[in-house]
């Protein structure tokens, strides 16, 4: 039975020593600590360090962690990595929170996290939404700025004249700051204009 230990930090000017340096005095071998510097928007799965640790885990291994957050970007994602170790058989034991999935408390605990992670989520899209309400009603408008018709039809006019003297259709775009897509799409609709007057 090893223990591994695995650690967390979102960005590079974060210091991860403390974890070490709490994993180190926990008994992992300093050689078995799998480590991330990642954003929280990557999932667990998608971080390299824990990519290399689920490789690596055999069952009855236990992967050693300073706070059970440390496993994911959230409470569900934490939830989530707990269950693939678990799945493999590998135990889970977090210093500084006392969670520990092998006994009933942690489980319990566990529970009662993935609970909490469920109504925060909740609470997370009521206020976005309460705010997106506001912010209409105070005359805020979402998505794309409108586009200056004159802009377009000049754009049109220099891709055209590109197009005309033996250019790509991509280096037409390109030349007005469109992609290719963008290029057919403005010329369908100045003909579909052009139809309908």
């Known amino acids: 039975m090893r223990q591994l230990g695995y650690t967390r930090v979102s960005t590079a000017t974060q210091d991860a020593q403390l974890q070490v340096d709490a994993l180190l005095a926990a008994g992992v071998q300093e050689r078995d600590v799998f480590s991330d510097v990642t954003s929280g928007s990557r999932s667990a799965i998608e971080r390299p360090g824990m990519k290399r640790l689920l490789d690596y885990v055999e069952a009855d291994d236990i992967v050693v962690v300073w706070?059970?957050?440390?496993l994911g970007r959230s409470l569900i994602d934490v939830l989530?990595?707990?269950?693939?170790?678990r799945d493999q058989e590998v135990k889970i034991r977090s210093l500084s929170d006392g969670i520990d999935p092998e006994t009933s408390s942690g489980r319990?605990?566990?529970?009662?996290?993935?609970?909490?992670?469920?109504?925060?989520?909740?609470?997370?899209t009521e206020r976005v939404n309460a705010g997106i309400a506001a912010a209409k009603q105070c005359g805020t408008r979402f998505g794309r700025p409108p586009l200056d018709p004159g802009v377009i039809t000049e754009k049109l006019a220099i891709a055209n004249d590109a197009r005309a003297k033996g250019r790509t259709a991509e280096e037409a775009a390109r030349l007005v700051g469109w992609s290719r897509a963008t290029l057919y799409r403005h010329q369908h609709a100045a003909r579909f204009r052009e139809a309908v007057s």
């Open 67 to 70: 706070r059970i957050d440390r």
């Open 80 to 85: 989530n990595t707990v269950n693939l170790l």
């Open 108 to 124: 319990l605990m566990l529970g009662m996290l993935a609970t909490l992670a469920e109504y925060e989520r909740d609470l997370i």
